[in-house]
C-alpha cells in the first residue's frame, strides 16, 4: 500500500509520458475554487524536491516567531493567518475568523 502524504504537502504522481508530476494547492480563488501549480521532473526525487522549493517560495519564510510572553489574543492571530488562512476556503476562513474575533475578546487578548 502507498504512504500517503501529509496534508498540505501537495501530490507526486507518474504521468503517461514517464515523467513525474507534482503539484500542490497554492490558495483558492474567489468562488472558492482550488488554484494549484505543478513542477515536471524526470525523477521522483527530482520532483519531490523541486515540489518542496515551489511551497516554500509559495508561502515564504515566517519572520513572525511566537513568543512566551504574547498575549492570547495576538497568538491567536498568528496561528489563524499563518497556519489555518492558507489552507481553507474563503467561506471558512470568513467563519473561521468570526470564531476568532469572539474568543479573543473575551478579555484573554490581554493576559500572557
Known amino acids: 500500500m502507498a504512504k500517503r502524504r501529509p ?10 509520458d514517464g515523467r513525474w508530476e ?4 497554492i490558495g483558492y ?12 521532473a524526470k525523477t521522483k ?6 515540489l518542496k522549493q515551489l511551497r516554500e517560495t509559495v508561502t515564504g519564510p515566517k519572520t513572525e516567531k ?7 489574543g495576538e497568538w491567536l492571530d498568528f496561528w489563524y493567518q499563518n ?11 470568513a467563519t473561521t475568523r468570526r470564531k476568532s474575533i469572539s474568543i479573543s475578546s473575551r478579555n484573554w487578548g490581554r493576559s500572557p
Open 7 to 16: 496534508s498540505g504537502d501537495g501530490m507526486v504522481r507518474k504521468r503517461e
Open 22 to 25: 507534482g503539484r500542490v494547492v
Open 29 to 40: 480563488d474567489e468562488k472558492g475554487l482550488p488554484r494549484t501549480k505543478n513542477v515536471l
Open 45 to 50: 526525487r527530482e520532483c519531490q524536491e523541486k
Open 66 to 72: 511566537v513568543r512566551p510572553e504574547m498575549p492570547f
Open 83 to 93: 497556519y489555518v488562512k492558507p489552507q481553507i476556503r474563503p467561506t471558512t476562513q
